[in-house]
């Protein structure tokens, strides 16, 4: 095509898990550029349950670029983050092949103005990283509009690519909308590498263990509120730089030797250990949020009813070690255990935390999970209630409380993200305009 010819549009819609971290990362060596003070570790998961889809639309007919997440539009005028990954890689966009022959060249396609489709499929800014998933879905959708290249261990689909890029490109763009969308450009276990460098071009996610190295794990995610949580993470993180002392101890002594010992416990499948390293990094970080001035309190009565339930399990159920939870910064909980005890678990938060007749009734049904059967996992564990011991109900001093639990995801570990297909596209490929979506979560206005 030559410089007097018109371009179509191009468009491009990619999906992206969320991931659940743990070994925490909390508290920023550079807040401007998202670099964090300690590495961390995730858990990729899986998007048969919890995932962002986005749709990109590039087309010279596009006047400014334009945001619309759930239905709704987003401001782009004072959003720094979505702003800043969209020039992170239009500075990297490549010529571009066209159907029926031609080329798009970088230098035009960089120009271009898009629209963004984006919706998430479950709850948002409410501790369950829908800032991960979403960011990592529109970098990763980016990243195909614009041309940019392959990623060293990137799987952007069978389509070619006129390059290789270095290895955590992708990846440290993505960092800069939020911090652990980093960890959801790969799957299985995942480690965001602190880096020491100023640029921050050495911090970056790796995948350490692809998502088939240990099959037999599985999460259920307690869904205790939707609600976004009273204090940002951001906020929470400048403010415990600014007054904890356990922040700095525990990012240069507790984290690195706590990172050394789960890769090992991870390699070796070691249920037991990687357990008990998730509990005490958790219950270590929500410290770190206690020991800020003013205290920050993400976890609430029903978090740590729910951090009991795992220690009676543990302790009580006669099984060993069979679980560990995990908290972000919210009150939901993460319970990690193994396929065959997924059944039992769930059994015992219902004896606890039974739902609601509204929420049991909800579109979805109250236990949602394509690879763990959530309608038929919720029946079994239903019947299993009345065989738990005593030392495993609720007893007069702690009785079960209807309704806290207003909803739970059975999942597992998964790939990281996918290129879909036009029948999945949320917007008109030609003017980018949204498309009927549904309303859930969100993901990009308040990232990590």
């Not at 009734?361 to 690879?371: R, Y």
């Not at 919720?378 to 009785?399: F, N």
């Amino acid at each position: 095509m030559g410089s007097g010819q018109s371009y179509p549009s191009v468009s491009a819609t990619h999906s992206a898990p969320s991931n659940i971290a743990l070994i925490k990362y909390w508290g920023k060596r550079d807040a401007s550029k998202n670099l964090p003070l300690n590495s961390s570790v995730s858990l990729t998961l899986s998007q048969d349950d919890m995932k962002a889809i986005t749709t990109v639309v590039a087309s010279p007919g596009i006047a400014a670029d334009r945001l619309w997440l759930n239905g709704e539009e987003v401001d782009l005028s004072g959003n720094k983050r979505v702003r800043a990954v969209l020039r992170e890689i239009r500075a990297l966009a490549r010529d571009r092949a066209v159907d029926g022959g031609g080329v798009i060249p970088g230098s035009v396609l960089r120009t271009w103005k898009v629209h963004i489709v984006s919706r998430n499929t479950f709850p948002t800014a409410a501790g369950l990283a829908s800032s991960a998933a979403g960011y990592a879905a529109l970098v990763h959708t980016l990243a195909d509009v614009f041309n940019v290249g392959r990623e060293v261990g990137d799987a952007m689909g069978e389509r070619e690519a006129p390059g290789v890029l270095p290895s955590g490109t992708l990846s440290a763009v993505a960092r800069q909308g939020s911090g652990s969308a980093c960890r959801s450009l790969a799957g299985g276990l995942v480690e965001w590498r602190a880096g020491s460098k100023v640029d921050g071009s050495d911090s970056y996610g790796v995948q350490l263990f692809g998502e088939g190295h240990w099959p037999e794990l599985a999460l259920l995610i307690a869904v205790v509120s939707e609600k976004a949580k009273g204090t940002g993470s951001t906020d929470g993180m400048i403010r415990a730089g600014e007054t904890s002392e356990l922040l700095q101890h525990r990012a240069g002594v507790c984290v690195p030797r706590r990172l050394d010992a789960l890769k090992t416990a991870f390699l070796a499948r070691d249920f037991p250990s990687l357990a008990r390293l998730s509990m005490v990094d958790s219950n270590q970080f929500h410290a770190t949020c206690t020991d800020t001035y003013p205290p920050v309190f993400y976890m609430n009565d029903v978090s740590r009813r729910i951090v009991a339930c795992v220690h009676a399990v543990n302790e009580k159920a006669g099984l060993g070690v069979i679980a560990g939870y995990t908290f972000d910064a919210g009150p939901n909980a993460v319970i990690i255990t193994t396929r065959q005890h997924v059944a039992f678990l769930l059994a015992v938060l219902l004896s606890h935390f039974p739902p609601s007749a509204s929420d049991l009734t909800a579109p979805g049904g109250f236990v949602s999970g394509e690879a763990l059967g959530g309608a038929t996992l919720l029946d079994g564990a239903q019947k299993l209630i009345a065989t738990l011991s005593p030392a495993l109900t609720p007893t007069s001093d702690a009785p079960s409380v209807e309704g806290c639990i207003k909803h739970v995801y059975a999942t597992t570990v998964g790939d990281g993200p996918r290129v879909l297909g036009k029948e999945d596209a949320l917007a008109d490929a030609t003017t980018g305009l949204p498309l009927t979506i549904g309303k859930a979560g969100g993901g990009f206005e308040k990232g990590l």
